[in-house]
């Protein structure tokens, strides 16, 4: 027998853009109408480098939360080489930060600075690690001489495995894991270690961005990778295995950013991702698992409680028609096209 309707505890987003400004404004709704929680990426011009950045931003973030909407961001800090340790542990007490964000210097949107010499961030890693503060990797390297569609796998050999020797106590995660490589090293590990995925790496793969002409839309960093890599996502994060959860990586740029001759990377997914999620996991016949994935297994990973209040997701006979964009005082946002039907839904009334 199909089901046609399931009842969740309400889900978190283990990754998440907001931005600024009007862009800020405009999106975070769509988060919080769905989401209890999110891991707030700190890659603002400029970047979220201190606990006075990230108590100012989430000032600026719960401001663009409309009444009647309970959502609380969990705060990151971006790593640089002039990271005070001090600062960190700081705001990791007074409970403001979650984690901290490693982006390789140049590796993707708003990275210039990131960390060019890993060696110069021993300190805070070392500090963190005692702490138990989580690192929140991008996990590709940035040499010219790596075919873009390696880097995740390079940066697993060259860089994550040796940090994770030299900080054995290191809580990890992976962000946005796309390859086969990375699920196995993910599964391969015997704690500490999780990663996330995103919704639309759990969909497409690299033909919906260059076959049949070329999709701005479908482009994010890192980018898709063959079916093979998209279906060892897939078979990941619907097997319920605690060290996978949704981190959506929905990160919105205005079209005119996109739909030029050198566009940004990044999908704005946040509008559809619930019912996305949701069908991918019916599609593999895995629809108990779908909590673990949105709902308990990141609460499990950052030790925090799981969201009690519950929504409820249906099943539409006819395909949803989903937003295409949405409209921001700066300009258009496309929003992630699926190209695949979609016929889940958050039910509309349950969940604010
Ligand atoms: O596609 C992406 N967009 N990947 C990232 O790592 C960054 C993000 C952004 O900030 O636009
Ligand atoms: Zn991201």
Not at 31 to 55: E, W, Y
Not at 201 to 206: A, Q, S
Request: hydrophobic share 40%; glycine share 6%.
């Amino acid at each position: 027998m199909s089901i046609n309707d399931i009842s969740i505890r309400r889900p978190d987003d283990w990754h998440l853009h907001l931005r600024d400004g009007d862009v800020l404004a405009a999106v975070t709704p769509h988060t919080s109408v769905d989401f209890a929680r999110a891991i707030v990426m700190p890659n603002l011009v400029p970047p979220v480098v201190t606990t006075g950045d990230a108590a100012a931003y989430r000032e600026r973030i719960l401001a663009a939360v409309p009444d009647g909407h309970r959502f609380e961001p969990l705060m990151t800090l971006y790593l640089t080489e002039t990271t005070d340790p001090n600062d960190v542990a700081a705001g990791a007490s007074s409970g403001l930060i979650t984690a901290v964000k490693l982006y390789p210097a140049g590796a993707t949107t708003n990275s210039a600075s990131g960390v060019r010499d890993i060696k110069k961030v021993y300190a805070v890693l070392a500090r963190m690690e005692e702490i138990d503060l989580p690192l929140l990797v991008h996990g590709e390297v940035t040499d010219e001489e790596i075919d873009i569609f390696d880097r995740e796998a390079v940066f697993i050999e060259r860089v994550l495995d040796p940090l994770r020797r030299r900080f054995p106590g290191l809580r990890i995660v992976l962000e946005h894991v796309t390859t086969a490589d990375g699920v196995d090293y993910v599964k391969s590990s015997s704690g500490g270690l999780a990663a996330t995925i995103t919704t639309h790496h759990l969909i497409i793969n690299r033909n919906a961005i260059l076959a049949g002409g070329i999709r701005p839309h479908y482009y994010c960093l890192p980018v898709a990778k063959r079916e093979s890599h998209r279906a060892a996502l897939c078979e990941a994060a619907t097997s319920g295995d605690s060290r996978f959860f949704l981190g959506t990586d929905s990160a919105p740029h205005v079209d005119a950013a996109k739909e030029t001759a050198c566009g940004c990377a990044g999908i704005f997914s946040s509008p559809v991702t619930l019912g996305c999620v949701a069908q991918v996991f019916d599609n593999h016949g895995a629809l108990d698992r779908l909590e673990a994935f949105t709902s308990l297994n990141g609460p499990a990973f950052y030790r925090l409680p799981a969201n009690e209040e519950r929504i409820r997701l249906i099943k539409h006979d006819a395909p949803i028609e989903l937003p295409a964009s949405i409209t921001t005082a700066d300009g258009g946002i496309t929003v992630f096209d699926p190209p695949i039907d979609i016929h889940w839904q958050r039910e509309q009334a349950a969940s604010t």
